[in-house]
Every structure is written in C-alpha cells, then in structure tokens.
C-alpha cells in the first residue's frame, strides 16, 4: 500500500456521498499536496476558499449543521492553528452547550508539512497532535502514520459520524 494511494482512494470514498463537500486552500486549483490527494473527487464537490482558516472551520460547522459533511483541508498544521477558536470553543463543545440538540459532524485534514528534501522550515513542519488531543475533549484525534490505517480510519469516521482531526505526513506522501 502506498500513502499517497490510499489518501486519494479516501477521499474519493468520501466524495461518493451525496453530502461530502471539500473545501480550503488548494482544493480546486493546484498549491499543495492537498490538491493531488483530491484528483479523483469532483469539481462540483470542491470549494476553494481563501486563507481565513478561523472563517474556513467556522463555514465547515455550519455546513454541517445544515446537513453537509464538511471535509475541511488545511495545508499545514501550523496554518490550522488559527482556526483553534471555532475548533476548541465550537465544535468540539457544541453538542454539550447545545444540550444535544447540535451535533456537527466535520472531517478535518490537516498535513505536517515535509522535511526531507527540501525542509520547508519551522512555521510549516509543525507537529501538534499532541496538543491537540489535550485540548479537544470530545473529538478524535487521528495520526495517519502508517498506509495500512488511512482508508480504514477515514472509513470509520464517515460510518460513524464522529468529528475527527486527521493528521496527514507530508513526507509519507512521497
């Protein structure tokens, strides 16, 4: 199995449902790794947004709270960061200050960006899953290591409909 493959294998899986929309930076035109991880996902299925990562996480949870399942792509991790309001203090929480009565459903890929080759230096190489699983109380944290987990995982997590954080390799990709 090979890392790449098995990305796009997931996220074409992920587009066959009638919901699944994909948006962020790169989704629709070239820039990044994202971009080719989504060769096989339509274009009508795509939503190429600007760089507002707090806005972009804040549309993915009202995408879904309007019956969409938001694939919400941030090209970096330490770009992802910026969205930690809507993340941390909205997502994560809404169904418990909601009573129930909000439940999103939001798939987030984020990439470490790459170090062998050509190091794209420390404000896009950042690692955060660590913190991440600190501070998110009731949405998984997934570390997509290996080839043998990525369409599993991403399968359980459309099966399910649990929020998840997917942390993608850069270098894996290669």
């Not at 879904?64 to 941030?74: E, V």
């Not at 009731?138 to 998840?164: D, H």
């Amino acid at each position: 199995m090979n890392y790449k493959n098995e990305i796009k294998k997931s996220m074409h899986m992920l587009s066959k449902n009638p919901k699944a929309i994909f948006l962020g930076q790169s989704v629709e035109v070239p820039g990044n790794l994202l971009f080719k991880s989504l060769e096989r996902v339509p274009r009508k299925k795509k939503l190429e947004l600007p760089v507002f990562e707090e806005t972009q996480m804040g549309l993915a949870i009202g995408l879904s709270l309007n019956g969409f399942i938001p694939i919400t792509c941030y090209p970096r991790f330490d770009f992802f960061i910026l969205s930690m309001n809507q993340t941390i203090n909205h997502l994560d929480k809404l169904n418990q200050i909601s009573s129930n009565e909000f439940d999103p459903f939001v798939i987030i890929r984020v990439l470490v960006g790459g170090k062998k080759g050509i190091d794209a230096g420390p404000q896009h190489t950042g690692n955060y899953t660590s913190a991440m699983k600190k501070m998110l109380k009731f949405l998984n944290v997934i570390e997509l290591k290996n080839s043998s987990q990525i369409y599993k995982s991403y399968n359980n997590c459309i099966t399910k409909k649990k929020s998840t954080l997917f942390v993608e390799y850069s270098d894996s990709y290669k």
